[in-house]
């Protein structure tokens, strides 16, 4: 299985993405790495999702960074507004991919909320899976997406 953009899961489910965009964008989430050793870590991020892309800026001394450089894998969940989840549920799984690329930067820093420090390292969180609860009259809806 390969990561894809969020283009991907825009284009085969887009109302999924649109519930996707809503509950992360511009907002805090929560991103679980794995550590060399095999143990998680999470941290705070506002990811950033426009053109087609989620993207998260990064403090270059974070621990986070050198998590995703060693091997990629996160995991990414929308923060929740109450206990009871009336706000839904949002959460990726993927890869995540070290953005060098000026032009890209240039995308991700036009679409976000915020301005982030120019020393800040840019990641594209790339998708595996999608995974959103939203809950109707005391019933959770589930919804999952795989990356094909």
């Not at 050793?37 to 991020?45: F, I, K, L, Y």
Request: aromatic letters at 8%; a negative charge.
């Amino acid at each position: 299985m390969s990561s894809v953009s969020w283009l991907a899961l825009r284009e085969a489910v887009p109302q999924l993405a649109e519930f996707g965009k809503e509950r992360l964008d511009g907002k805090v989430a929560y991103l679980a790495t794995v550590r060399n050793d095999g143990r998680p870590r999470a941290h705070p991020v506002t990811p950033i999702i426009g053109e087609a892309h989620c993207f998260v800026f990064v403090e270059p001394d974070s621990q986070k960074v050198r998590d995703l450089q060693d091997n990629g894998y996160f995991c990414l969940h929308c923060a929740m507004n109450d206990s009871s989840g009336s706000s839904g549920e949002f959460q990726i799984t993927g890869i995540a991919v070290l953005v060098t690329d000026e032009s890209m930067r240039e995308v991700a820093e036009a679409v976000s909320s915020y301005r982030p420090s120019g020393r800040f390292l840019l990641f594209e969180l790339q998708l595996l899976e999608v995974l959103s609860t939203s809950y109707r009259g005391g019933r959770p809806d589930r919804k999952r997406w795989i990356a094909s």
